[in-house]
């Protein structure tokens, strides 16, 4: 048995306190438990290995764990779980820089959670609701709401951190997308998710819809998960969806964001604002999502070597991921501030309308993340749904956003070319991506 | 070059009188144009061969095929397309039950079309918009919508009748669920598809959604197009949504499809509302779409054999077809007429509401037709989209219909049992298929 070398003080200082002979074979029994996905014509298979037992109180599995090796008695237990090591870890003490990511990207997606619901709340006048939720497997979330509001449709801003087991394919896929991917030959690979994912849906059709969505991924080396090399990248970024535009809100937004991108590095903007055009797009309907922002996502330590140098990748991407985070509140409070209150008539409040329902196409079609949730069982729909608008409707061949060509439509009398200016203007920049910043 | 056999006569009766040398280089001479899936991430290619002209005035290319037989001349030009055969048969004759197949189906769905719609607009008191529209590679629709109507929000009637190229993952697919299957090793392989689908959304939320689907679909033999073996299958269904439960109106819904069904094979009924219950289902909610009716795919001559005899398997399942889309208009109006000008509140419109966001979410996650119609270079999105309601919504954690268990939420006091029976009674049988008939 690979010895955890890592973490032996800690285990050391535990150990002295709370070695529990009699749980050790107990805690450390696994059940293996099948999920199958229920939809028609779908071969793939899931397998979720369930730990038996969550740990009840105090670090008892460390004890056991530094009992079996005092006594060498090792071939009957197995080693922790990186989520049963985490979860000691964060009680044995506060996480700083020498903590492991996992628990630093936690603790900073938290931080922010809180600091933009505070934000948010006090803007609203109405508070969150916060849900705070576990996966059987390890992880959970904390996912805060706030419907029906004075401001808000719909707000969502959710944490979720997730300890699981990647099937065969998503594996497949995560080696395409990784230079040096460790253990890409085996059939499950244990793995860690950290994300804080937000959405805000304005009632007032002047004020933009805007999604934010910042993660970070990891897997272990399946023949040493505690001391072997890890794959681990960050991804995310923020994006604006308008349904009137307001040239100055976009220039605001982005170079807002561009600002925190180049402190960084020059480099960073424009690359993820293009990525950010490309991924928020709607092939069927030809238009982007809206205005963009960045996009990113696979940000390795290979990745930094073609962009710039340095020492500790992971600690460079990480203050570029804090940063951009950082960096929401000031690109977005400021439009809303100026556009919450601004009148509007009905005619502009169905075009809204119309507006998320394209919101609700690309998150149900193309969104990855959506699809990828939706089909992993044990999943909490309600978090991964909450970014849907509150309303949201359908019109069949509209005169202005429909697929006739604007000539045709104003040929049959359809559209007044001068009371839809403002409806067409947003078209024309969905079709069409500007340089805002 | 294999002769036309079955079309030598039509031929010969057009060639007396429209041979047109001039034209017979040019008519056949055909453009390829590529399409790329502009989705990141998709490898998949599709290829599209586009005739390079249509066919202008009379039947020039049968005049021009005809030139090339009688000359011999046949090096330089390419067998007509099934489309442009199609064409020629339509404007020679009237269809007949010795017309092909492919002819039959469509004049069926156009008389169906024009039959349903002529009684909705009776109903509704407003007239459908009838748009005609024409694909690049043969083939075009007849899309029928009723918006904003006095009883509809959205109706859609529509019919598209397609001629074109399946690529290769498609015929891989297709040989998967056909046992004897023509022409499985080429790359490429012509088709032919022609449906009627229908989806109707009434404003009063006692009044169910309806949808209905029924098409025919045939390749053809790569090495021999005109005489060559078929590959043919009907596919089909008609389901009911309501957002309350009549029991009343869910017997009479399935016992008249089942009495069209039985009319048939009395294996039918069971096994294809069996398939209705598995197909609309929603994996991430744990709930049916609605109350379902029938649902069957890839009907052929070999399903025909398993289960009943048939001297003409093809002729057979057209007869059933026929009668099952026949029983549309009993099966469904009279629930709307005693439905559509019920009283009801508020809160009865919310809760349709968010039935018909799950109504959305079925259609754009889960339903195969919308998601192959979505990724189809040059489909017609308006067409395949008139299934979205006009308008939805989505509530976070719904007290009733969300992922929380209802004795959870009635204990947190969100949710009067006695108040919101009506709604958790359409949740029971959303989760809890019955047989109605």
Chains 1, 2 share one sequence.
Not at 27 to 51: A, C, T
Not at 75 to 91: F, N, Q, V, Y
Not at 183 to 195: H, M, Q, R
Not at 385 to 410: K, Q
């Amino acid at each position: 048995m690979a010895l955890p070398r890592a973490w032996m003080p800690l285990m050391r200082s535990i150990a002295r306190s709370s070695i529990r002979k009699e749980t050790s074979s107990y805690l450390f029994k696994r059940q293996n438990l099948r999920y199958y996905s229920s939809k028609k014509g779908s071969e793939q298979q899931y397998v979720i290995w369930r730990p038996y037992l969550r740990l009840a109180i105090g670090v008892p599995f460390i004890g056991a764990l530094i009992y079996s090796m005092i006594t060498e008695n090792v071939t009957e237990t197995e080693a922790p779980t990186i989520a049963e090591i985490d979860e000691a870890l964060k009680r044995q003490s506060k996480i700083n820089e020498a903590s492991p990511m996992r628990l630093r990207m936690e603790k900073l997606i938290k931080d922010q959670q809180k600091k933009i619901t505070e934000e948010l709340s006090r803007i609203d006048g109405k508070d969150f609701r916060a849900d705070t939720w576990t996966r059987p497997n390890g992880g959970g979330g904390i996912s805060c709401v706030l419907q029906d509001g004075n401001v808000f449709e719909k707000a969502g801003v959710n944490v979720s951190v997730v300890y699981g087991e990647l099937p065969r394919p998503a594996i497949e896929k995560m080696r395409a997308d990784h230079k040096s991917f460790v253990g890409s030959d085996v059939e499950s690979l244990s793995f860690f998710a950290a994300g804080l994912s937000l959405v805000l849906h304005p009632h007032n059709p002047n004020a933009p819809t805007v999604h934010l969505n910042y993660r970070y991924f990891e897997t272990s080396d399946p023949k040493d998960p505690i001391n072997g090399d890890r794959n681990w990248w960050f991804g995310g970024g923020t994006d604006l969806t308008p349904s009137y535009l307001f040239p100055e809100d976009c220039t605001h937004f982005h170079q807002t964001i561009k600002e925190a991108c180049d402190r960084h590095d020059s480099t960073y903007y424009p690359k993820f604002k293009t990525w950010c055009d490309k991924y928020f797009y709607i092939p069927h309907r030809g238009e982007a999502r809206g205005v963009g922002g960045i996009f990113f996502d696979d940000l390795d330590a290979d990745f930094l070597q073609t962009s710039s140098s340095s020492q500790n990748p992971q600690e460079t991407l990480f203050s570029f991921v804090s940063d951009a985070l950082g960096s929401f509140l000031p690109s977005y409070v400021p439009i809303l501030e100026r556009r919450k209150d601004m009148p509007y008539t009905e005619k502009q409040k169905e075009w809204q309308q119309l507006r998320r329902g394209r919101y609700v196409e690309f998150n149900l079609v193309y969104d990855r993340g959506t699809s990828f949730g939706l089909r992993t069982p044990n999943a909490r729909v309600e978090s991964i749904l909450m970014s849907l608008p509150r309303t949201a409707s359908w019109v069949y061949m509209d005169p202005v956003s429909g697929t006739r060509t604007e000539a045709a439509a104003a040929d049959e009398g359809l559209v007044d070319v001068e009371e839809t200016a403002r409806e067409r203007e947003l078209l024309d920049v969905l079709k069409h991506p500007r340089q805002w910043a």
